[in-house]
């Protein structure tokens, strides 16, 4: 199990929609749950390393019984004979830890919920250190996750499924499409013998969800993760 690290809460306040430096009253919330929030959680993540098919209908992976559908991925995983299926989450421990916080007002909710998001990345950025330690890659892209451009929201299941997610972390997927626990991360890193001409980037403008994204409403993530 991946063992947090102190917390980002200059990400996680810019999460809550600060502008700038935070302010005394947000710094007073943040620091009063970032190390309960750290110490609560119970980071997972599980991964497989698979090789691609191009093919007309789309992108096949090894291990799942569909395809990678949309021309975002298919020129996101262009020049990528392999790939490694991520999936990673916090644990339930954060929706518990959501619902504790909203006892003592929205305003705490929101800050744990924003460093849980802020735990999120980390586990993601930490698993996917811990992979390419033990798997070579010359070149790689940067992470996709279904619900990015055209890829479909709906590849969440089969790709928890080619992962064994729920027996082995605990991740599921609900009929409409939402993670449990829901601070996690299901992903898509393409792997290459020859360097790489990414586009675009995994920020708001990219995802399918901007639209409810409560995030992207407040100015984005501020995550553009590159290789």
């Not at 898509?188 to 995802?207: M, Q, V, Y």
Request: net charge negative.
């Amino acid at each position: 199990m991946i063992k947090l690290k102190p917390l980002n809460k200059a990400e996680a306040a810019r999460y809550m929609g600060v502008r700038g430096e935070a302010g005394p009253a947000v710094t007073d919330i943040l620091d009063k749950w970032e190390p309960i929030v750290r110490e609560r959680l119970r980071p997972g993540s599980v991964y497989r390393e698979a090789a691609l098919r191009p093919a007309e209908d789309g992108i096949w992976v090894d291990g799942m019984d569909v395809p990678l559908t949309g021309n975002d991925i298919r020129q996101h995983l262009d020049g990528c004979d392999r790939a490694v299926l991520l999936a990673a989450t916090a644990s339930a421990e954060a929706d518990k830890l959501i619902r504790q916080a909203s006892v003592d007002g929205m305003a705490e909710a929101l800050a744990v919920d924003c460093l849980c998001s802020a735990a999120i990345e980390q586990i993601c950025d930490r698993a996917e250190e811990e992979i390419f330690s033990r798997i070579e890659a010359p070149f790689r892209t940067w992470r996709f996750s279904p619900g990015y451009g055209d890829l479909p929201l709906d590849l969440q299941k089969p790709l928890l499924q080619a992962l064994n997610a729920q027996r082995r972390i605990g991740l599921t997927v609900t009929d409409s499409l939402l993670l449990v626990p829901s601070k996690s991360v299901t992903a898509i890193i393409g792997i290459s013998e020859r360097e790489l001409h990414l586009k675009g980037s995994s920020g708001c403008d990219n995802c399918n969800m901007r639209d409810r994204c409560a995030f992207s409403a407040r100015g984005g993530c501020g995550k553009s993760q590159t290789t």
